[in-house]
Each structure stands twice: as structure tokens, then as C-alpha cells.
């Protein structure tokens, strides 16, 4: 029971326009949801975040947006950069018995044309 | 130096084999985390400690042993290797606060298991 999915695994944008990446999920008691990008041999880092109770974030050239009606989120990269180029993750988190927990999707890789 | 270090960052190992995964932190988090990376699946909670003496199961705890030596150790131990734990192991720390539950990430452990 995958509960955030991102159904494109892959995406190929060029350098300088608009990289939007995808994020559905499924249980509306997530209260944050996270964008985390990962480097080849390296571990995933934390990128942005958005709050349940907000509909947009904005940090420089990234910004995520939250449409709960819908359960969904995005991340938009604008001018993407070639270093953008990586893999993505969405997550979502959910408190268990007080306990914060992660869940994560698929990742997707995007890459950056020049 | 990293945050958070993970040793060893590779290795390979044959079925049946006892193998003891590593994570050592310095960001004085009471929080540690194990998740395992598959490609199509993306990271997946193993097992969680809140402090030295809280271990829990996360959602693919099967085959997996944990043990928190102190606030700055917890190891993932596989008591007999088998190959669909052929993946990408994550080791990951965080503090108890509210706001999305930011996890630091080590650079990860690849494991193959013939």
C-alpha cells in the first residue's frame, strides 16, 4: 500500500525553464510533507518543506505546493540549474502513538539539459 | 567529516552470512533511523530509536536486528543474509521536534548479497 507515490520516475527538463515534479498521496492525517534530493554515492538531504495547514512554500528557486483537496503536492524548480540534476523525493510525515514517522515515495530523477 | 557516517560503504557478502551494518552521528540527535533504498520502491523504514533505550519496528523489519550501543551508535545487523537484501541502506538521524521531522542522512551502505 504505497500512501505517496510519484508516478514519474523519470523527467528531462532544459536548462534555464521550469522543473515540476509530481507527489500524490493517499492518507490526509500527514501533517508535513518533505522534498528531500539525492546525489549519486551520497544520502538524501533535505531540500523543502510545507505545512498541511498551507497551500504554497517558497524557498529562492524552489517552491512546493500543496493542493489537499486533491492530495497532492509539486515541486517546482525555476531556472533549473544542470546541479539540479538528481533524484527527488517526496515525503510525507504522519505521528503514530506520538511517534513522527517518514513515508517516503519512489524518487524521481530529474535531469537538466544544457 | 560527515554528520553522520556509515560503514562499511560497500560490501558483498553470500547467503547465510551474518552482516553487521554500522551508523556512528555527531549532530547529538537522540533520533536514528535504518531505511533501505530499492529502485521503483524508494526508501523504507526498517527500524527507529528515539534514545538508547527505545527500538522499534518500521515496515520492513523482517530479517533485521537493531541494536543502539549508545546515543550516537545504532547498528543494523542481518543475522542471515539473503539476496533480496540485495539494496542501498540509509542510516538517518533527526530531532523530536514538530515541523516535518527533517532527517540527516548518512552517505550509505550497499549491500549485495550473492
Known amino acids: 500500500d504505497q500512501q505517496v507515490k510519484q508516478n514519474s520516475p523519470s523527467l528531462s527538463v532544459q536548462e534555464g525553464r521550469i522543473s515540476i515534479l509530481n507527489c500524490d498521496y493517499t492518507n490526509s492525517m500527514f501533517d508535513y510533507f518533505l522534498w528531500y534530493k539525492k546525489y549519486p554515492a551520497e544520502g538524501p538531504t533535505f531540500l523543502i518543506s510545507i505545512s498541511s495547514i498551507k497551500d504554497k512554500n517558497e524557498d529562492g528557486r524552489f517552491t512546493v505546493f500543496l493542493n489537499k483537496s486533491a492530495k497532492h503536492l509539486s515541486l517546482h524548480i525555476v531556472p533549473s540549474q544542470p546541479g539540479d540534476s538528481a533524484v527527488y523525493f517526496c515525503a510525507a510525515n504522519l505521528i503514530i502513538q506520538g511517534a513522527q514517522k517518514l513515508v517516503f515515495g519512489q524518487g524521481t530523477r530529474l535531469t537538466i539539459n544544457p | 567529516d560527515a554528520d553522520v557516517t556509515q560503514t562499511p560503504r560497500n560490501r558483498i557478502t553470500k547467503t547465510g552470512k551474518r552482516i553487521m551494518l554500522e551508523c556512528s552521528q555527531t549532530k547529538g540527535h537522540d533520533r536514528m533511523y535504518w531505511y533501505r533504498q530499492d529502485p521503483g520502491l524508494g526508501l523504507r523504514l526498517i527500524y527507529y530509536s528515539f534514545d538508547v533505550k527505545d527500538i522499534n519496528k518500521g515496515e520492513i523489519s523482517d530479517g533485521y536486528s537493531v541494536s543502539r550501543q549508545a546515543q550516537a551508535k545504532f547498528s543494523l545487523s542481518l543475522e542471515s543474509a539473503i539476496p533480496n537484501q540485495t539494496a542501498l541502506y540509509f542510516c538517518?538521524?533527526?530531532?523530536?521536534?514538530?515541523?516535518?521531522?527533517?532527517?540527516?542522512f548518512g552517505e550509505g551502505s550497499r549491500l549485495t548479497v550473492l
Open positions: 538517518a538521524t533527526s530531532e523530536p521536534a514538530r515541523g516535518g521531522g527533517e532527517l540527516f
